[in-house]
């Protein structure tokens, strides 16, 4: 594809593209989905387990063996679960990233007279293909770590001599843990994907610099990343920009969501 070139002497900076906050919420929402069902299953299973066992939880003849049986089975089965629909929620959740990052980009690049098409270029495919295995052992390791902290809280509460309803206090405080973990992924995820396709799009048009543009969304903001924003920070797209002594891209590391503003050269740019 030829190289996009302004009329002008002068180049042009293109509005940066933000991530969907529609396909975070998506996101997010299928994961609590599925986790909520599984917790509420799994909750249930425990304390059935666990309300004959009460009594004498604390003597000498520990029902941990017994629990621990329940608990195995009640993990596969979720474990399984998780599995099979790990694939589906991160292609969509991909897919819906790649839409939206390259119907704005498309959109903006019209409301400066360029009319550009995209297709689905080995490259891309390569780099959606990666965000989506990488979304997936992020779907699973959550679920997994929820169901070990599930399994954690049974064996302290048995051995500790714990009665049901301390046992289910510390279970909802683990679905907490788990559904902030989940809003981490959907948040942090989109960025990544919006970001990463973005720039792919960008470099397949001839584009090769980019300025740093800081989000002001985090509530405790990286120094350098501020500072990069502030001072308007001019980057290579094939290599990014330094910062903190290694080469980065906006919206590259976990809670990032600075965006970039991708330059289209004049005439007279080299």
């Known amino acids: 594809m030829a190289q996009l070139r302004c009329q002008s002497a002068q180049g042009k900076r293109i ?3 933000r ?20 917790h509420r299953e799994v909750v249930a299973e425990v304390e059935a387990a666990y309300r004959p066992v ?11 063996a017994l ?11 979720w474990r399984n679960r998780f599995d099979d629909l790990a694939q589906e929620m991160a292609e969509r959740a991909v897919a819906g990233a790649q839409k939206h990052s390259q119907t704005a980009f498309m959109s903006e690049l019209k409301r400066h007279g360029f009319t550009v098409k995209f297709k689905p270029t080995a490259l891309v495919k390569n780099m959606v293909e990666q965000a989506i295995s990488e979304n997936v052992s992020l779907i699973k390791g959550m679920s997994e ?4 902290g599930i399994n954690t809280a049974v064996n302290l509460s048995v051995m500790n001599g714990r009665d049901l309803h301390s046992l289910s206090e510390t279970l909802q405080k683990q679905y907490g843990i788990s559904k902030r973990r989940a809003a981490f992924i959907a948040r942090d995820q989109n ?8 720039r792919v799009r960008q470099m397949e048009l001839g584009l090769k610099e980019a300025i740093w543009v800081h989000s002001s969304a985090g509530k405790v903001p990286r120094p350098s990343h501020l500072k990069a ?27 990032c969501r600075c965006v970039s503003s991708v330059i289209i050269p004049g005439f007279d740019d080299d």
């Open 15 to 17: 509005a940066p593209v």
């Open 19 to 38: 991530a969907s906050a529609g396909v975070e919420a998506q996101y997010y929402g299928a994961m609590v989905k599925l986790l909520r069902r599984m």
């Open 54 to 64: 009460e009594p004498v939880i604390g003597a000498d003849a520990s029902p941990l």
């Open 67 to 77: 629990l621990r049986k329940a608990m195995d089975a009640i993990t596969r089965r």
């Open 145 to 148: 770590d929820h169901l070990k």
């Open 191 to 198: 960025n990544k994907a919006t970001a990463t396709i973005n």
């Open 229 to 255: 924003g502030r001072e308007k920070l001019r980057y290579r797209l094939d290599q990014g920009a330094y910062i903190d002594e290694k080469w980065i891209h906006p919206g590259e590391l976990c809670n």
